[in-house]
């Protein structure tokens, strides 16, 4: 017995997938032998856009786990027919698979993907079928993700603009699902997204990054790792992870940094200063990391708090403040905006403009000192 997977033309450029029986078996309603099984779901010829290209990608990976499921049942002697259309599919599984299998280009980052899965396990207590799936369900899961306790111990609240993040992601699987007939339509098309609010970035000015390069810290590797996402612009997650075969150099002191960001997966070559080099301190063996010590921890961050005010500088600064640091003094020094998007690996430039905003701001508060009165 023979379950293959095969695709048959259909209108507006799409194949619709069936399932190939040899030798056929019998259908369990016309006990007729039946060697045919349309699968309801189809993909593109030709995807015009990374929604499209997700939508194949997804549907091809759907289909050979149910080829695979029905092979194994016909094999058992089993001879009914998966509901492939009705309500009754597991949309967490649908939703885990598509995490599980996340590629670069679809919307968020497969961190995000598993993160919303989990509230939506959390959200419908691990049960949750296509059925259950609703504009009402939808609205309910947005108000949750706006509501939610990230911590029962401080009470603290999702942060909005990750809840807006949170929900498109939610939305986009909602799409998929039903572009891949499991869902008759897309509930969500007409539900709006969180509003995003305008954050507050706190960064220091170059000077007072080069005062706290002359102050003592108490874990001068928090230091140093502080120091030079300040000269970079690296985040934290990609400081922590950074081993020396990453950094690269020639004869000319000209160093590079070849790495994946670990948010977006995005490939990046990032030229650096040999001041930043510097702080690195002496080169170890290429699958070492750069600092070893450096670990997320409430300890380390309070560490980094007492180092700032120690200082002078009596403001709440965090370790994401110095890559903010490095973006706003390179547009304070006239760098060009498309520039400093590229030199953050930021894949939307609107993401950048939010320093430019930050400059403007600041050019204006300098303008309005300019009195005499």
């Given at each position: 017995?023979q ?13 619709t ?7 056929p078996v019998?259908?369990?309603e016309?006990?007729?032998l039946?060697?045919?099984v ?5 993909l593109?010829?030709k ?6 290209k ?7 990976k759907?289909?050979?786990?149910i080829k ?5 049942e ?6 009914g ?12 599984a ?8 996340y ?9 995000s993907?598993?993160?919303v ?11 949750c ?8 369900f939808?609205?309910?899961f ?16 999702l942060?909005n ?5 949170y ?6 699987v ?8 499991l ?6 098309i007409n ?7 305008e ?9 007072e990054?080069k ?5 003592d810290?108490?874990?001068p590797?928090l ?22 075969q990453?950094i ?9 940094i070849?790495?994946t960001q ?18 690195l301190?002496?080169?170890k ?9 450096l670990?997320y921890?409430?300890?380390q ?13 009596m403001?709440k ?9 490095y ?5 304070t ?15 939307d ?19 309005n000192k300019?009195?005499?009165?």
């Amino acid at each position: 017995m023979q379950v293959t997977l095969r695709t048959k033309p259909i209108s507006k450029d799409r194949q619709t997938l069936f399932l190939d029986i040899y030798p056929p078996v019998p259908h369990p309603e016309t006990g007729k032998l039946t060697r045919k099984v349309y699968l309801g779901i189809y993909l593109y010829d030709k995807p015009k856009n990374d929604i499209e290209k997700e939508h194949n990608k997804s549907t091809k990976k759907l289909a050979e786990n149910i080829k695979a499921k029905r092979q194994l049942e016909i094999q058992d002697n089993n001879y009914g027919f998966l509901k492939i259309q009705t309500g009754n599919n597991d949309f967490l599984a649908y939703f885990k698979q598509l995490a599980d299998n996340y590629k670069e280009k679809a919307k968020g980052d497969k961190t995000s993907w598993i993160s919303v899965y989990n509230y939506l396990n959390k959200f419908t207590n691990g049960n949750c079928l296509m059925r259950d799936i609703t504009e009402l369900f939808i609205l309910n899961f947005k108000e949750y993700l706006l509501n939610v306790k990230v911590s029962e111990i401080t009470k603290k609240k999702l942060a909005n603009n990750t809840a807006v993040g949170y929900f498109n992601i939610f939305k986009q699987v909602i799409k998929l699902a039903s572009q891949n007939n499991l869902l008759e339509k897309d509930f969500g098309i007409n539900i709006k997204t969180i509003k995003k609010v305008e954050t507050k970035r706190e960064y220091l000015t170059f000077d007072e990054l080069k005062l706290l390069a002359k102050t003592d810290c108490e874990l001068p590797f928090l230091k140093n790792a502080s120091i030079f996402s300040g000269l970079t612009g690296l985040r934290y997650s990609d400081i922590e992870k950074l081993t020396w075969q990453e950094i690269q150099g020639n004869e000319k002191d000209e160093y590079v940094i070849r790495f994946t960001q670990k948010k977006t997966q995005g490939v990046e070559t990032q030229q650096i200063s040999l001041d930043a080099v510097k702080l690195l301190g002496e080169r170890k063996e290429p699958t070492i990391k750069v600092f070893p010590e450096l670990i997320y921890s409430a300890w380390q961050n309070q560490k980094l708090q007492d180092w700032v005010y120690s200082a002078g500088i009596m403001r709440k600064i965090t370790f994401h403040s110095f890559r903010h640091t490095y973006a706003t003094t390179l547009l304070t020094l006239g760098t060009e905006i498309y520039t400093v998007s590229k030199m953050l690996g930021h894949k939307d430039i609107h993401t950048t403009q939010i320093y430019a905003k930050i400059i403007d701001q600041t050019k204006r508060v300098a303008a309005n000192k300019m009195t005499l009165d």
